[in-house]
Protein backbone atom coordinates (compact mmCIF):
# COMPACT_ATOMS: atom_id res chain seq x y z
CA UNK A 1 0.00 0.00 0.00
CA UNK A 2 2.23 2.69 1.37
CA UNK A 3 0.99 6.01 -0.28
CA UNK A 4 0.36 4.65 -3.44
CA UNK A 5 -3.22 5.98 -2.72
CA UNK A 6 -2.15 9.34 -1.14
CA UNK A 7 -3.81 11.45 -4.13
CA UNK A 8 -7.64 9.95 -5.08
CA UNK A 9 -9.28 12.78 -5.82
CA UNK A 10 -12.38 12.78 -4.47
CA UNK A 11 -12.11 9.18 -3.16
CA UNK A 12 -10.57 8.47 0.13
CA UNK A 13 -7.78 7.32 0.94
CA UNK A 14 -8.07 4.42 0.39
CA UNK A 15 -0.47 -19.20 -4.74
CA UNK A 16 -1.01 -21.47 -5.93
CA UNK A 17 0.53 -24.27 -6.46
CA UNK A 18 0.14 -27.71 -7.51
CA UNK A 19 0.09 -29.04 -3.62
CA UNK A 20 1.60 -27.00 -0.54
CA UNK A 21 3.95 -29.11 0.55
CA UNK A 22 5.56 -27.89 4.06
CA UNK A 23 8.94 -28.41 5.71
CA UNK A 24 9.29 -30.61 9.20
CA UNK A 25 9.79 -26.76 10.61
CA UNK A 26 6.84 -25.58 8.81
CA UNK A 27 4.25 -27.95 9.97
CA UNK A 28 2.04 -25.84 12.46
CA UNK A 29 -0.82 -27.59 14.75
CA UNK A 30 -3.85 -25.99 13.93
CA UNK A 31 -4.42 -23.94 16.80
CA UNK A 32 -1.76 -21.72 15.58
CA UNK A 33 -4.15 -20.09 13.44
CA UNK A 34 -6.60 -20.05 15.63
CA UNK A 35 -9.21 -17.17 15.73
CA UNK A 36 -9.45 -14.50 18.54
CA UNK A 37 -12.44 -14.26 20.91
CA UNK A 38 -14.74 -11.17 19.05
CA UNK A 39 -17.42 -13.02 17.37
CA UNK A 40 -17.85 -9.73 14.93
CA UNK A 41 -14.91 -10.43 12.83
CA UNK A 42 -14.80 -13.95 12.57
CA UNK A 43 -13.33 -15.35 9.87
CA UNK A 44 -15.67 -19.09 9.58
CA UNK A 45 -17.31 -17.47 6.54
CA UNK A 46 -19.76 -15.28 5.12
CA UNK A 47 -23.29 -14.07 6.39
CA UNK A 48 -25.77 -14.65 4.56
CA UNK A 49 -27.71 -12.47 2.15
CA UNK A 50 -31.09 -10.70 2.93
CA UNK A 51 -32.25 -11.88 -0.28
CA UNK A 52 -31.39 -13.72 -3.53
CA UNK A 53 -31.69 -10.50 -5.49
CA UNK A 54 -32.69 -6.84 -4.83
CA UNK A 55 -34.13 -3.89 -7.49
CA UNK A 56 -33.43 0.19 -6.63
CA UNK A 57 -32.62 2.70 -8.69
CA UNK A 58 -29.12 1.39 -9.61
CA UNK A 59 -30.39 -1.44 -11.50
CA UNK A 60 -30.93 -5.42 -10.36
CA UNK A 61 -28.30 -6.72 -8.42
CA UNK A 62 -27.85 -10.68 -7.31
CA UNK A 63 -26.68 -11.47 -4.14
CA UNK A 64 -25.81 -15.04 -5.25
CA UNK A 65 -22.07 -16.50 -4.38
CA UNK A 66 -21.82 -17.89 -7.74
CA UNK A 67 -17.58 -18.26 -8.17
CA UNK A 68 -15.88 -18.05 -4.07
CA UNK A 69 -12.35 -17.58 -4.59
CA UNK A 70 -9.84 -17.90 -1.68
CA UNK A 71 -9.30 -14.41 -1.05
CA UNK A 72 -12.65 -12.89 1.33
CA UNK A 73 -11.76 -9.62 1.87
CA UNK A 74 -11.04 -6.16 0.26
CA UNK A 75 -10.17 -2.41 0.64
CA UNK A 76 -12.57 -0.37 -0.88
CA UNK A 77 -11.94 3.52 -1.98
CA UNK A 78 -15.55 5.10 -1.20
CA UNK A 79 -17.01 6.89 -4.13
CA UNK A 80 -19.21 9.73 -5.02
CA UNK A 81 -21.46 7.50 -7.10
CA UNK A 82 -23.26 5.27 -5.16
CA UNK A 83 -24.32 3.12 -7.72
CA UNK A 84 -20.32 2.35 -8.33
CA UNK A 85 -20.54 0.87 -4.82
CA UNK A 86 -23.31 -1.34 -5.34
CA UNK A 87 -21.65 -2.84 -8.59
CA UNK A 88 -18.72 -2.95 -6.62
CA UNK A 89 -20.36 -5.38 -3.53
CA UNK A 90 -21.58 -7.10 -6.05
CA UNK A 91 -18.74 -8.48 -7.59
CA UNK A 92 -16.91 -8.85 -4.26
CA UNK A 93 -19.63 -10.64 -2.94
CA UNK A 94 -19.72 -12.85 -6.05
CA UNK A 95 -15.91 -13.86 -5.59
CA UNK A 96 -16.64 -14.67 -2.04
CA UNK A 97 -15.76 -11.60 -0.10
CA UNK A 98 -17.82 -11.16 3.01
CA UNK A 99 -15.49 -8.27 4.58
CA UNK A 100 -14.76 -4.53 3.06
CA UNK A 101 -12.30 -2.39 4.75
CA UNK A 102 -12.75 1.65 4.26
CA UNK A 103 -9.80 3.66 3.74
CA UNK A 104 -9.94 7.10 5.38
CA UNK A 105 -8.93 10.70 5.86
CA UNK A 106 -6.62 12.29 8.13
CA UNK A 107 -6.78 14.67 11.31
CA UNK A 108 -5.17 18.22 10.22
CA UNK A 109 -3.96 20.97 12.12
CA UNK A 110 -4.22 23.96 10.44
CA UNK A 111 -3.24 27.45 10.30
CA UNK A 112 -5.38 30.58 10.36
CA UNK A 113 -5.21 33.93 9.26
CA UNK A 114 -5.34 36.63 11.53
CA UNK A 115 -7.68 38.72 10.03
CA UNK A 116 -10.67 36.87 9.56
CA UNK A 117 -10.03 33.80 10.92
CA UNK A 118 -9.48 31.73 7.11
CA UNK A 119 -8.40 28.42 7.79
CA UNK A 120 -5.11 27.62 5.77
CA UNK A 121 -4.41 25.18 3.26
CA UNK A 122 -1.51 22.17 4.52
CA UNK A 123 1.09 24.25 3.64
CA UNK A 124 -0.62 27.52 5.18
CA UNK A 125 0.34 29.60 1.65
CA UNK A 126 -3.13 30.50 1.25
CA UNK A 127 -6.87 30.18 2.43
CA UNK A 128 -8.52 26.25 2.01
CA UNK A 129 -11.52 26.51 0.02
CA UNK A 130 -12.82 23.98 1.33
CA UNK A 131 -13.72 25.60 4.28
CA UNK A 132 -13.95 29.16 3.27
CA UNK A 133 -17.57 28.43 2.81
CA UNK A 134 -18.16 27.41 6.55
CA UNK A 135 -20.03 30.60 7.89
CA UNK A 136 -22.09 31.95 10.58
CA UNK A 137 -23.78 35.04 11.06
CA UNK A 138 -21.20 36.69 8.52
CA UNK A 139 -17.99 35.57 10.11
CA UNK A 140 -15.93 32.54 9.44
CA UNK A 141 -16.66 29.10 10.88
CA UNK A 142 -13.40 30.18 13.90
CA UNK A 143 -14.65 33.68 14.35
CA UNK A 144 -18.01 32.15 15.38
CA UNK A 145 -16.62 29.39 17.87
CA UNK A 146 -14.38 32.42 19.06
CA UNK A 147 -17.08 34.54 19.34
CA UNK A 148 -18.89 32.02 21.30
CA UNK A 149 -16.42 30.94 23.36
CA UNK A 150 -15.10 34.33 25.02
CA UNK A 151 -18.90 35.27 25.45
CA UNK A 152 -18.65 32.08 27.89
CA UNK A 153 -16.24 33.12 29.73
CA UNK A 154 -13.99 36.40 28.52
CA UNK A 155 -10.88 33.82 29.43
CA UNK A 156 -11.38 31.31 26.75
CA UNK A 157 -9.07 30.95 23.82
CA UNK A 158 -8.58 28.96 20.44
CA UNK A 159 -4.91 27.37 20.69
CA UNK A 160 -5.31 25.17 18.15
CA UNK A 161 -7.53 24.86 15.02
CA UNK A 162 -7.99 21.28 13.17
CA UNK A 163 -10.30 19.88 10.20
CA UNK A 164 -11.19 17.04 9.47
CA UNK A 165 -12.77 15.84 6.18
CA UNK A 166 -15.16 13.26 5.27
CA UNK A 167 -17.95 11.70 3.44
CA UNK A 168 -19.88 10.71 5.81
CA UNK A 169 -23.13 12.40 8.01
CA UNK A 170 -23.10 12.34 11.63
CA UNK A 171 -26.32 12.05 14.37
CA UNK A 172 -25.98 13.55 18.13
CA UNK A 173 -23.78 11.22 19.21
CA UNK A 174 -20.97 13.42 17.35
CA UNK A 175 -21.72 16.33 20.20
CA UNK A 176 -21.38 16.67 23.59
CA UNK A 177 -21.45 19.89 24.42
CA UNK A 178 -25.00 21.58 21.87
CA UNK A 179 -24.68 24.79 23.98
CA UNK A 180 -21.46 25.14 22.02
CA UNK A 181 -20.68 22.38 19.44
CA UNK A 182 -23.19 22.36 16.49
CA UNK A 183 -23.91 21.01 12.71
CA UNK A 184 -23.99 24.05 10.03
CA UNK A 185 -25.30 23.56 6.75
CA UNK A 186 -24.01 25.79 4.06
CA UNK A 187 -26.19 25.36 0.87
CA UNK A 188 -25.05 22.06 -0.09
CA UNK A 189 -21.51 21.84 2.70
CA UNK A 190 -22.39 20.28 5.42
CA UNK A 191 -19.64 21.20 8.72
CA UNK A 192 -19.48 19.86 12.41
CA UNK A 193 -18.60 22.10 15.09
CA UNK A 194 -16.54 20.26 17.88
CA UNK A 195 -14.80 22.21 20.91
CA UNK A 196 -12.43 19.97 22.72
CA UNK A 197 -10.55 21.43 26.11
CA UNK A 198 -6.23 21.46 25.46
CA UNK A 199 -5.79 19.22 27.66
CA UNK A 200 -7.55 16.56 25.64
CA UNK A 201 -10.06 15.51 28.77
CA UNK A 202 -13.46 16.08 26.42
CA UNK A 203 -14.49 17.53 29.79
CA UNK A 204 -17.86 16.22 30.01
CA UNK A 205 -19.44 18.77 32.42
CA UNK A 206 -19.33 21.13 29.52
CA UNK A 207 -18.20 23.86 31.70
CA UNK A 208 -17.23 26.94 29.34
CA UNK A 209 -17.91 29.70 31.52
CA UNK A 210 -16.88 29.44 35.33
CA UNK A 211 -12.91 29.92 34.18
CA UNK A 212 -11.04 30.64 31.04
CA UNK A 213 -9.47 27.85 29.17
CA UNK A 214 -7.65 26.89 26.47
CA UNK A 215 -9.55 24.47 23.86
CA UNK A 216 -8.97 23.35 20.31
CA UNK A 217 -11.42 23.72 17.46
CA UNK A 218 -12.09 20.44 15.33
CA UNK A 219 -14.23 21.47 12.10
CA UNK A 220 -15.44 18.52 10.23
CA UNK A 221 -16.41 19.33 6.74
CA UNK A 222 -19.07 15.71 6.03
CA UNK A 223 -21.03 14.24 3.06
CA UNK A 224 -24.10 15.79 1.77
CA UNK A 225 -25.10 12.13 2.77
CA UNK A 226 -24.15 9.47 4.96
CA UNK A 227 -21.78 7.06 3.52
CA UNK A 228 -21.73 4.57 5.88
CA UNK A 229 -25.04 4.29 6.22
CA UNK A 230 -25.47 3.51 2.68
CA UNK A 231 -22.40 1.31 3.12
CA UNK A 232 -23.58 -0.73 6.12
CA UNK A 233 -27.08 -1.35 4.06
CA UNK A 234 -25.11 -2.48 1.31
CA UNK A 235 -23.36 -4.94 3.63
CA UNK A 236 -26.73 -6.46 5.48
CA UNK A 237 -27.84 -6.69 1.66
CA UNK A 238 -25.00 -8.77 0.71
CA UNK A 239 -23.88 -10.17 3.82
CA UNK A 240 -20.27 -8.36 4.28
CA UNK A 241 -18.76 -7.01 7.22
CA UNK A 242 -17.76 -3.14 6.63
CA UNK A 243 -14.48 -1.89 8.63
CA UNK A 244 -14.76 1.74 8.64
CA UNK A 245 -11.21 3.89 8.99
CA UNK A 246 -10.85 5.68 12.57
CA UNK A 247 -9.57 9.25 12.29
CA UNK A 248 -6.15 9.01 10.76
CA UNK A 249 -3.50 10.49 13.59
CA UNK A 250 -1.69 13.61 12.18
CA UNK A 251 1.55 12.87 10.94
CA UNK A 252 5.58 13.99 12.64
CA UNK A 253 6.43 16.59 10.15
CA UNK A 254 10.01 15.67 10.96
CA UNK A 255 9.63 12.24 9.83
CA UNK A 256 5.67 11.20 8.22
CA UNK A 257 6.14 7.95 8.90
CA UNK A 258 5.50 8.50 12.59
CA UNK A 259 2.21 9.85 14.22
CA UNK A 260 2.41 12.64 16.18
CA UNK A 261 1.91 12.32 20.13
CA UNK A 262 1.28 16.26 20.32
CA UNK A 263 -1.93 15.90 18.76
CA UNK A 264 -2.88 12.79 20.97
CA UNK A 265 -5.31 14.52 23.18
CA UNK A 266 -7.59 15.91 19.98
CA UNK A 267 -7.17 12.78 17.76
CA UNK A 268 -8.64 10.64 20.78
CA UNK A 269 -11.51 13.16 21.11
CA UNK A 270 -12.50 13.04 17.58
CA UNK A 271 -12.61 8.79 17.46
CA UNK A 272 -14.24 9.10 20.70
CA UNK A 273 -17.31 11.51 18.82
CA UNK A 274 -16.84 9.65 15.82
CA UNK A 275 -17.48 6.27 18.02
CA UNK A 276 -20.31 7.52 20.17
CA UNK A 277 -22.03 8.49 17.01
CA UNK A 278 -21.59 5.06 15.40
CA UNK A 279 -22.43 3.50 18.69
CA UNK A 280 -25.78 5.34 19.02
CA UNK A 281 -26.46 4.83 15.11
CA UNK A 282 -24.73 1.42 13.66
CA UNK A 283 -23.52 -0.77 17.59
CA UNK A 284 -26.05 -3.74 17.00
CA UNK A 285 -25.83 -3.84 12.98
CA UNK A 286 -23.84 -7.34 12.49
CA UNK A 287 -22.55 -5.05 8.97
CA UNK A 288 -20.37 -3.28 11.25
CA UNK A 289 -17.67 -5.58 11.64
CA UNK A 290 -15.09 -3.37 13.40
CA UNK A 291 -12.96 -0.38 12.52
CA UNK A 292 -9.82 0.18 10.75
CA UNK A 293 -6.52 1.76 12.23
CA UNK A 294 -4.62 3.37 8.89
CA UNK A 295 -2.10 4.91 10.20
CA UNK A 296 0.37 2.32 8.61
CA UNK A 297 3.85 1.27 10.25
CA UNK A 298 6.18 -1.31 9.31
CA UNK A 299 6.82 -4.39 11.88
CA UNK A 300 10.37 -4.49 12.93
CA UNK A 301 11.90 -5.21 16.43
CA UNK A 302 11.56 -2.14 18.39
CA UNK A 303 14.27 -1.47 21.28
CA UNK A 304 11.29 -0.26 23.55
CA UNK A 305 8.02 -0.29 22.28
CA UNK A 306 6.73 2.72 24.85
CA UNK A 307 8.45 5.44 23.06
CA UNK A 308 7.99 4.31 19.47
CA UNK A 309 5.57 7.44 18.36
CA UNK A 310 3.09 5.53 16.66
CA UNK A 311 2.18 3.25 19.00
CA UNK A 312 1.45 5.61 21.36
CA UNK A 313 -0.70 7.18 19.36
CA UNK A 314 -2.28 3.66 18.75
CA UNK A 315 -2.80 2.60 22.23
CA UNK A 316 -4.46 5.67 23.12
CA UNK A 317 -6.52 5.61 19.98
CA UNK A 318 -7.22 2.18 20.81
CA UNK A 319 -8.71 2.37 24.06
CA UNK A 320 -11.13 5.13 23.04
CA UNK A 321 -12.30 1.78 20.47
CA UNK A 322 -12.54 -0.71 23.46
CA UNK A 323 -14.27 2.14 25.71
CA UNK A 324 -17.13 3.07 22.60
CA UNK A 325 -17.20 -0.01 20.61
CA UNK A 326 -17.23 -3.11 23.06
CA UNK A 327 -17.01 -6.14 20.96
CA UNK A 328 -15.92 -4.40 17.68
CA UNK A 329 -12.09 -4.94 17.24
CA UNK A 330 -9.51 -3.29 15.77
CA UNK A 331 -7.79 -4.34 12.18
CA UNK A 332 -4.64 -2.87 11.56
CA UNK A 333 -2.49 -4.19 8.08
CA UNK A 334 1.47 -2.90 9.09
CA UNK A 335 4.33 -3.60 6.09
CA UNK A 336 6.75 -5.53 6.17
CA UNK A 337 10.58 -4.95 4.81
CA UNK A 338 13.00 -8.08 3.83
CA UNK A 339 15.20 -6.50 1.84
CA UNK A 340 19.22 -7.10 3.19
CA UNK A 341 20.38 -3.54 1.32
CA UNK A 342 17.77 -1.14 2.78
CA UNK A 343 18.09 0.28 6.11
CA UNK A 344 15.77 -0.46 8.84
CA UNK A 345 14.37 -3.85 7.58
CA UNK A 346 13.76 -6.82 9.41
CA UNK A 347 14.09 -10.57 9.52
CA UNK A 348 11.48 -12.48 10.10
CA UNK A 349 11.92 -13.15 14.04
CA UNK A 350 12.60 -9.32 14.17
CA UNK A 351 9.12 -8.91 13.18
CA UNK A 352 7.20 -11.58 15.28
CA UNK A 353 8.83 -9.44 17.79
CA UNK A 354 7.68 -6.33 16.67
CA UNK A 355 3.80 -8.38 15.96
CA UNK A 356 4.04 -8.81 19.88
CA UNK A 357 4.18 -4.97 20.59
CA UNK A 358 1.78 -4.20 18.10
CA UNK A 359 -0.86 -6.75 19.76
CA UNK A 360 -0.39 -4.97 23.04
CA UNK A 361 -1.74 -2.04 21.47
CA UNK A 362 -5.36 -3.15 21.79
CA UNK A 363 -5.48 -4.60 18.09
CA UNK A 364 -7.76 -7.70 17.75
CA UNK A 365 -6.74 -8.14 14.56
CA UNK A 366 -3.31 -8.41 12.49
CA UNK A 367 -3.10 -8.54 8.98
CA UNK A 368 0.09 -7.66 7.87
CA UNK A 369 0.78 -7.14 4.06
CA UNK A 370 2.50 -9.41 2.26
CA UNK A 371 4.73 -7.28 0.65
CA UNK A 372 5.39 -8.69 -2.87
CA UNK A 373 3.70 -5.87 -4.40
CA UNK A 374 5.82 -3.60 -3.66
CA UNK A 375 8.76 -5.92 -3.54
CA UNK A 376 9.55 -5.48 -0.06
CA UNK A 377 9.28 -9.04 0.25
CA UNK A 378 9.61 -11.99 -2.42
CA UNK A 379 7.37 -15.51 -2.98
CA UNK A 380 10.40 -18.43 -2.99
CA UNK A 381 10.52 -21.56 -0.46
CA UNK A 382 13.71 -22.01 1.41
CA UNK A 383 14.74 -24.21 -1.67
CA UNK A 384 14.50 -21.74 -3.80
CA UNK A 385 16.98 -19.36 -1.94
CA UNK A 386 19.86 -19.76 -4.53
CA UNK A 387 17.32 -19.18 -7.37
CA UNK A 388 17.24 -15.25 -9.18
CA UNK A 389 14.56 -13.26 -7.98
CA UNK A 390 11.50 -13.00 -10.76
CA UNK A 391 12.04 -10.66 -13.15
CA UNK A 392 9.26 -8.20 -11.84
CA UNK A 393 11.14 -7.24 -8.70
CA UNK A 394 14.31 -6.52 -10.27
CA UNK A 395 13.32 -2.96 -10.81
CA UNK A 396 13.32 -2.71 -6.65
CA UNK A 397 15.92 -0.91 -4.68
CA UNK A 398 17.87 -3.24 -2.81
CA UNK A 399 16.91 -6.42 -5.25
CA UNK A 400 17.66 -5.84 -8.51
CA UNK A 401 19.54 -8.77 -10.12
CA UNK A 402 19.93 -11.10 -7.36
CA UNK A 403 19.47 -14.15 -5.81
CA UNK A 404 16.71 -14.61 -3.47
CA UNK A 405 19.12 -15.25 -0.94
CA UNK A 406 21.39 -11.93 -1.51
CA UNK A 407 18.06 -10.03 -1.90
CA UNK A 408 15.75 -11.02 1.46
CA UNK A 409 16.24 -12.00 4.73
CA UNK A 410 13.44 -14.74 3.90
CA UNK A 411 10.22 -15.20 1.70
CA UNK A 412 6.89 -14.18 2.71
CA UNK A 413 6.39 -17.85 4.22
CA UNK A 414 8.83 -17.80 6.59
CA UNK A 415 7.12 -14.34 7.58
CA UNK A 416 3.89 -15.53 8.12
CA UNK A 417 5.41 -18.86 10.27
CA UNK A 418 7.31 -16.75 12.46
CA UNK A 419 4.15 -14.25 13.19
CA UNK A 420 2.00 -17.01 13.83
CA UNK A 421 3.92 -18.62 16.52
CA UNK A 422 4.29 -14.93 18.23
CA UNK A 423 0.32 -14.61 17.69
CA UNK A 424 0.19 -18.09 19.92
CA UNK A 425 2.63 -16.88 22.44
CA UNK A 426 0.77 -13.99 23.20
CA UNK A 427 -3.07 -16.66 23.40
CA UNK A 428 -0.72 -17.89 26.45
CA UNK A 429 -0.06 -14.80 28.21
CA UNK A 430 -3.76 -14.15 27.58
CA UNK A 431 -3.66 -11.65 24.33
CA UNK A 432 -6.08 -12.83 21.63
CA UNK A 433 -4.91 -11.40 18.85
CA UNK A 434 -6.01 -12.89 14.77
CA UNK A 435 -3.85 -13.27 12.14
CA UNK A 436 -4.79 -12.43 8.83
CA UNK A 437 -2.89 -12.00 5.53
CA UNK A 438 -2.92 -8.72 3.58
CA UNK A 439 -1.95 -9.79 -0.23
CA UNK A 440 -0.77 -7.32 -2.57
CA UNK A 441 -2.68 -7.08 -5.87
CA UNK A 442 -0.14 -4.83 -7.85
CA UNK A 443 3.09 -4.90 -9.13
CA UNK A 444 6.10 -2.64 -8.09
CA UNK A 445 6.31 -1.62 -11.87
CA UNK A 446 4.64 1.80 -13.33
CA UNK A 447 1.40 0.66 -15.91
CA UNK A 448 4.04 1.65 -18.54
CA UNK A 449 6.62 -0.21 -17.41
CA UNK A 450 4.77 -3.11 -17.41
CA UNK A 451 2.47 -2.50 -20.58
CA UNK A 452 -0.20 -2.84 -18.50
CA UNK A 453 -3.68 -0.58 -18.53
CA UNK A 454 -3.45 2.40 -15.69
CA UNK A 455 -6.12 1.11 -13.08
CA UNK A 456 -8.09 4.85 -12.35
CA UNK A 457 -6.13 7.28 -10.04
CA UNK A 458 -3.21 4.11 -9.91
CA UNK A 459 0.02 5.82 -11.53
CA UNK A 460 2.88 3.98 -9.95
CA UNK A 461 1.74 0.93 -9.81
CA UNK A 462 0.55 -1.96 -12.09
CA UNK A 463 -2.38 -4.41 -11.31
CA UNK A 464 -0.86 -8.18 -10.96
CA UNK A 465 -2.21 -11.17 -12.49
CA UNK A 466 -4.41 -14.09 -10.74
CA UNK A 467 -1.79 -16.61 -11.01
CA UNK A 468 0.84 -14.27 -9.23
CA UNK A 469 -2.25 -14.13 -6.19
CA UNK A 470 -2.72 -17.71 -6.26
CA UNK A 471 1.32 -17.81 -5.49
CA UNK A 472 0.81 -15.74 -2.57
CA UNK A 473 -2.07 -17.80 -1.14
CA UNK A 474 0.08 -20.41 -1.36
CA UNK A 475 2.92 -18.96 0.47
CA UNK A 476 0.88 -17.36 3.38
CA UNK A 477 0.09 -20.90 3.99
CA UNK A 478 -1.57 -22.35 6.85
CA UNK A 479 -0.91 -19.93 9.56
CA UNK A 480 -3.60 -17.05 9.06
CA UNK A 481 -7.12 -17.71 9.72
CA UNK A 482 -8.58 -14.91 6.75
CA UNK A 483 -6.82 -13.67 3.89
CA UNK A 484 -7.70 -10.11 2.39
CA UNK A 485 -6.25 -8.20 -0.18
CA UNK A 486 -5.40 -4.36 -1.31
CA UNK A 487 -6.79 -3.23 -3.06
CA UNK A 488 -10.34 -3.95 -5.03
CA UNK A 489 -10.40 0.12 -6.48
CA UNK A 490 -8.41 0.12 -8.66
CA UNK A 491 -6.38 -3.51 -9.19
CA UNK A 492 -9.32 -5.63 -9.61
CA UNK A 493 -11.14 -4.04 -11.85
CA UNK A 494 -9.22 -2.46 -14.58
CA UNK A 495 -8.08 -3.71 -17.20
CA UNK A 496 -9.74 -6.30 -19.78
CA UNK A 497 -10.13 -8.95 -18.79
CA UNK A 498 -10.27 -7.37 -14.99
CA UNK A 499 -8.31 -9.46 -12.20
CA UNK A 500 -11.75 -9.89 -10.86
CA UNK A 501 -12.94 -11.30 -13.78
CA UNK A 502 -9.38 -13.26 -14.06
CA UNK A 503 -11.24 -15.09 -10.85
CA UNK A 504 -14.50 -14.96 -12.11
CA UNK A 505 -13.22 -17.56 -15.30
CA UNK A 506 -10.92 -19.46 -13.38
CA UNK A 507 -11.88 -19.40 -9.75
CA UNK A 508 -12.05 -23.40 -8.96
CA UNK A 509 -8.35 -23.89 -10.11
CA UNK A 510 -6.79 -25.71 -6.85
CA UNK A 511 -4.68 -23.52 -4.84
CA UNK A 512 -2.69 -25.88 -1.97
CA UNK A 513 -1.56 -24.10 1.17
CA UNK A 514 -0.01 -26.91 3.28
CA UNK A 515 1.09 -30.59 2.89
CA UNK A 516 2.34 -32.68 5.73
CA UNK A 517 3.07 -36.31 6.37
CA UNK A 518 0.12 -38.19 7.71
CA UNK A 519 -0.71 -41.72 7.83
CA UNK A 520 -4.33 -42.79 7.78
CA UNK A 521 -5.23 -45.80 9.77
CA UNK A 522 -2.30 -48.24 8.80
CA UNK A 523 -1.41 -46.25 5.95
CA UNK A 524 0.98 -44.15 5.10
CA UNK A 525 0.46 -40.90 3.19
CA UNK A 526 0.33 -37.24 2.94
CA UNK A 527 -2.22 -34.53 4.00
CA UNK A 528 -2.97 -31.89 1.66
CA UNK A 529 -4.79 -28.72 2.58
CA UNK A 530 -5.69 -26.16 0.06
CA UNK A 531 -8.91 -25.05 -1.81
CA UNK A 532 -10.50 -26.82 -4.91
CA UNK A 533 -8.96 -30.16 -4.22
CA UNK A 534 -11.62 -32.38 -4.40
CA UNK A 535 -10.85 -34.98 -7.38
CA UNK A 536 -7.62 -33.31 -7.69
CA UNK A 537 -4.22 -35.38 -9.61
CA UNK A 538 -1.28 -35.08 -7.24
CA UNK A 539 2.29 -35.37 -8.59
CA UNK A 540 5.59 -36.30 -6.72
CA UNK A 541 8.96 -35.29 -7.99
CA UNK A 542 12.48 -34.89 -6.77
CA UNK A 543 15.59 -34.76 -7.90
CA UNK A 544 16.83 -37.81 -9.15
CA UNK A 545 13.39 -39.42 -9.90
CA UNK A 546 13.13 -40.61 -13.31
CA UNK A 547 9.30 -40.75 -13.53
CA UNK A 548 7.50 -38.23 -11.17
CA UNK A 549 4.94 -39.87 -9.63
CA UNK A 550 1.13 -39.25 -10.05
CA UNK A 551 -2.00 -40.13 -7.74
CA UNK A 552 -5.46 -39.63 -8.48
CA UNK A 553 -6.42 -38.18 -4.94
CA UNK A 554 -10.69 -39.30 -6.36
CA UNK A 555 -9.37 -42.94 -6.90
CA UNK A 556 -7.12 -44.27 -4.13
CA UNK A 557 -6.89 -40.90 -1.93
CA UNK A 558 -9.97 -39.37 0.53
CA UNK A 559 -11.36 -35.89 0.67
CA UNK A 560 -12.65 -33.75 3.04
CA UNK A 561 -14.67 -30.40 2.82
CA UNK A 562 -15.21 -29.65 6.46
CA UNK A 563 -14.10 -26.53 7.54
CA UNK A 564 -10.68 -26.42 9.16
CA UNK A 565 -10.57 -24.78 12.44
CA UNK A 566 -8.27 -21.77 12.46
CA UNK A 567 -7.82 -21.91 8.69
CA UNK A 568 -9.72 -19.16 5.98
CA UNK A 569 -13.19 -20.69 5.09
CA UNK A 570 -13.07 -22.97 1.80
CA UNK A 571 -9.96 -24.55 2.87
CA UNK A 572 -10.16 -27.93 2.53
CA UNK A 573 -7.89 -31.62 2.70
CA UNK A 574 -7.54 -34.43 0.59
CA UNK A 575 -5.22 -37.32 1.62
CA UNK A 576 -3.48 -39.44 -0.80
CA UNK A 577 -1.22 -42.63 0.22
CA UNK A 578 2.43 -42.41 0.09
CA UNK A 579 5.29 -45.02 0.52
CA UNK A 580 7.99 -43.15 2.13
CA UNK A 581 10.58 -45.76 2.28
CA UNK A 582 10.83 -45.13 -1.20
CA UNK A 583 11.17 -41.61 -0.86
CA UNK A 584 15.00 -40.73 -0.51
CA UNK A 585 16.02 -38.50 3.29
CA UNK A 586 16.98 -34.94 3.16
CA UNK A 587 15.35 -34.66 -0.21
CA UNK A 588 12.93 -31.68 -1.63
CA UNK A 589 9.58 -33.22 -2.66
CA UNK A 590 7.81 -30.89 -5.38
CA UNK A 591 4.00 -31.72 -5.24
CA UNK A 592 1.78 -29.99 -8.07
CA UNK A 593 -1.75 -30.53 -7.99
CA UNK A 594 -4.14 -31.04 -10.90
CA UNK A 595 -7.90 -30.50 -11.43
CA UNK A 596 -9.73 -32.95 -14.29
CA UNK A 597 -10.17 -30.42 -16.50
CA UNK A 598 -6.30 -30.38 -16.89
CA UNK A 599 -5.36 -26.77 -14.75
CA UNK A 600 -2.71 -27.47 -12.39
CA UNK A 601 -2.29 -24.58 -9.44
CA UNK A 602 -0.27 -21.95 -10.35
CA UNK A 603 2.57 -22.61 -7.78
CA UNK A 604 3.81 -25.98 -6.85
CA UNK A 605 4.77 -27.11 -2.83
CA UNK A 606 7.29 -28.28 -1.30
CA UNK A 607 8.30 -30.60 1.26
CA UNK A 608 11.52 -31.91 2.84
CA UNK A 609 11.58 -35.23 3.68
CA UNK A 610 13.45 -35.66 6.76
CA UNK A 611 12.95 -39.54 6.79
Known amino acids: MRWITLFLGVAILAGVASVVIVMRHDRPVSHVTGVGSTSSARPSGPSSPTASAFTDPCGTFDTTTPTPYA ?56 ADARYGVCKENDLSCVRAAEKDLVAANPGNRITWTYVYRTDEQFGQGIFRCPTMERKIVVGSAVFYRLIAPEDGSDDATCDFSSKGRNYHLILISGGATDSLTELLDLGDRFGIRVFPALPLAPRDPANSTRADPRHIGTLTT ?75 TATPKQVARGFKALAKTGVEIIAPQDGRGTGKVGLFWPNWKNKDVDDRLKIVNG ?106 EDWDRPIAIQAVKQARQIQEGLEVRGYHLGSAKVTLNWTGLDTP ?18 LPHGVEKIWIPVDWATVPSDVWVRIEIGSLDGRKAAEPVYYKNTG
Open 270 to 344: LTRRVLQDYGSRFGGRESLGGVYQPFELQLRDWPDPSKVQTLQVYAEQHLIVEQELPGKPILVSPYLDARRKVKF
Open 71 to 126: VTGYWLVPTADRCTWRRQLQAIHKVGGDTVVRLGFGLSPRRTDEENGQIMDKEGAK
Open 549 to 566: RVVDSASVGWHDATPNEG
Open 399 to 504: VGESTYASAYYGGTRDYYREMAQARQELASEGVEVQLWANVEAFEPSTPEESNTPKCGTQATRSRTDKSRLDTQVTLAGPYVSKIISYMWSDFFTCGSPSLSGEIT
